[in-house]
């Protein structure tokens, strides 16, 4: 049963996945993303809506404008696919920490990891947490749309626009809040106000300190991750904020050891930083009780 719920959101990732295409392309340049229409980058036509079929349709048309035979870049398959299978991993993360009762799934409050958090004692469905579950599902979703598309701007224009980070403050807070609620654990709350305060503030400092090296786009983008990692728990957090200077630490060091790049070259750290939060949201509860048992602490 779990592996039907998991496809159909891997299915509608594929739609998310054809829409941050567009989000991709448009919002860095400062244009809609409602209108007009996509339209070939090459002859302008308009792209028929047979032919903006996320991955098939570029696969029957190998590829290439269907008037003017123009190059179209594999980039665009490969983000809606990413997104279906990134959709898919979080749904997976969800459905399997809700059916089996794991504090791994959505962290260590409670409440959805009992065993009792979903299916009562005599087999019937909690509605109010299945309901709590399905909000928790549709904020990280959310996340893993903002993540994607901010990597993607982050890599072109070493960019992370105020477009698409600061809504997610006020969907994430909604969405959070929503679900802290249905599943009875306001002290969710406190943890994610605490966490997206904590990062914000740890990013602004180092700003201040560090002009060259971090932007404003980075300190505002982690408030936001320190909100979704907070409500997940503590070790989340700790975990999530480690992750994000050892990824991209260790990113730095092999550019400079194959001289890529230098020391003083700027590299885009809003990937690394979405990166490192997953590894949070994902292991951070694992990762924090195996380190702690290394210690004989866990």
């Excluded at 090459?42 to 003017?68: E, Q």
């Excluded at 560090?210 to 320190?226: I, R």
């Excluded at 400079?256 to 930083?273: C, E, L, Q, V």
């Amino acid at each position: 049963m779990i592996v039907i719920p998991v496809i159909a959101v891997g299915g509608f990732g594929l739609l998310i996945g054809s829409f941050l295409n567009v989000v991709i392309f448009r919002i860095p340049a400062g244009r809609s993303i409602v209108s007009p229409p996509s339209a070939c980058g090459s002859c302008a036509a308009a792209i028929r809506p047979w032919n903006n079929i996320p991955v098939l349709s570029w696969l029957w048309l190998r590829g290439r404008c269907h008037d003017c035979a123009a190059r179209i870049s594999a980039r665009y398959p490969l983000v809606e696919l990413g997104t279906a299978v990134f959709f898919a991993v979080v749904g997976w993360w969800v459905v399997t920490g809700v059916s089996t009762g794991s504090t791994t799934g959505l962290g260590s409050h409670g409440g959805f990891g009992s065993a009792a958090g979903i299916i009562s004692v005599d087999g019937v469905v909690d509605t109010r947490m299945a309901g709590a579950a399905t909000v928790a599902l549709v904020a990280f979703l959310y996340l893993a749309a903002v993540s994607i598309a901010l990597t993607m701007i982050d890599l072109d224009t070493h960019t992370l626009p105020n477009r698409i980070v600061l809504p997610a403050y006020a969907v994430g807070a909604v969405l959070l809040t929503g679900a802290a609620l249905l599943a009875g654990e306001p002290e969710r709350l406190l943890t994610a106000a605490i966490g997206a305060a904590a990062l914000f503030g740890l990013y602004l400092l180092m700003a201040l300190l560090y002009p060259g090296g971090m932007g404003l786009g980075d300190v505002k983008l982690a408030g936001v991750l320190g909100l979704f990692l907070g409500w997940l728990g503590w070790a989340p957090l700790a975990v999530g904020a480690f992750s994000a200077f050892l990824l991209g630490g260790l990113f730095s060091l092999v550019l400079i050891i194959t001289r890529k790049a230098t020391r003083k070259s700027g590299i885009p750290f809003g990937p690394w930083m979405l990166g490192g939060a997953w590894v949070g949201i994902f292991g951070g509860e694992a990762i924090a009780t195996g380190y702690l048992s290394l210690f004989g602490l866990a």
